[in-house]
């Protein structure tokens, strides 16, 4: 079997591989990455296997390089890319700045061509490569020294990433207010340390989860949640608008934030924005900075789809057709506030930001 499997049989690679991605964030990783965090640098990579150590005198592969990383539980699939491309910088024999940022252009579009429906993975390699090749004194500084600066930036870059969720929940504590009623959709790794740390704090809240069919995301948060103590009540996803009345907020994750100021994240999210809109409901949104995107959709269709697999448990009748997109766009006019590592930020800040961050 390929350790490192493409996508296939047209399905995104995130949800072939859902169950890591959204797996029990509590483990030894999470406590060596918040560690490191605290101390201003980025996790060291775990003991290497016999398997890896055999291997060692195969060229280096960011591919490989990326899906170790990737199998962290708590590493998002665009930290793990700059741990790959920062790995990338320290194993290159190229013996000029030129050959080494051809080097890594190569790397980085390796990535994005991995899985080219991820919108984090592409905006996390496009960013990384503007932080880190962005100056042009490194043509004049001598080589040794300009590649170590590129991996001094790398590293910077990749302990920026990392704090950014603690980051984000510290910002979302201003908004959570005792008896408040929160309703989440699906597993966002971002939102779940926000009640996280609410919790710790001694806040007095509760959460609606949403089922997050098909893949039941929601099950797994309501079952982390409940673990916390924190009191938690399970909607079927139909079940949005009926309960709406008892939330005083919406709290969602982003797979990618776009230039509009608008979300791309978990299907159904845009209903659920459209219904607390309507209702006078705030819906904030927490998201790392990595994930914003140079993106600009206009409606639904105007993105890539990201097809994951539908189960409905019962024999579908031949001839009937299954929507099998992943995701949605919610625009900036229904979204209230973004949490992120940047500050909180409405959506109409966001172009700026972006401009910022790709200068």
Known sequence: MDPNPKPNHGISAYYQTREEHHAIISGDWLSQAQAAAAAGHPPERPPASAAALSAASKPFSVIDEFNHWRRKPDLAEAVAAIMALVAGIR???????????????????????????????????????????????????????????????????????????????????????????????????????????????????????????PDKTGLRLSKELATLGIPVKLLIDSAVAYAMDEVDMVLVGADGVVESGGIINMMGTYQIALVAHSMNKPVYVAAESYKFARLYPLDQKDLEPALRPI?????????????????????????????????????????????????
């Open 91 to 213: 194993s290159s024999d190229a013996a000029t700045m030129m050959e080494l940022e051809i080097e890594l252009k190569k790397a980085s579009d390796a990535l994005k061509s991995w899985d080219t429906t991820s919108i984090s993975l592409s905006a996390g390699c496009d960013l990384f490569m503007r932080y880190v090749t962005r100056t042009s004194a490194l043509e004049y500084e001598d080589f040794h020294a300009a590649k170590l600066r590129l991996i001094e930036r790398g590293e910077k870059f990749g302990e920026i990433s990392l704090k950014a969720r603690r980051t984000i929940a510290m910002l979302g504590q201003d908004f959570i207010f005792d008896g408040c009623t929160i309703l989440v959709h699906g597993f966002s790794r971002v939102v779940f340390e926000v009640l996280q740390l609410a919790a710790s704090n001694r806040k007095l809240f509760r959460v609606f989860c949403t089922e997050g069919r």
């Open 311 to 359: 189960e409905f448990g019962v024999p579908i009748p031949a001839g009937v057709e299954i929507e099998k997109s992943a995701r949605d766009y919610t625009p900036p006019q229904y979204l209230t506030l973004l949490f992120t590592d940047l500050g909180v930020l409405t959506p109409s800040v966001v172009s700026d930001e972006l401009i910022q961050l790709y200068l």
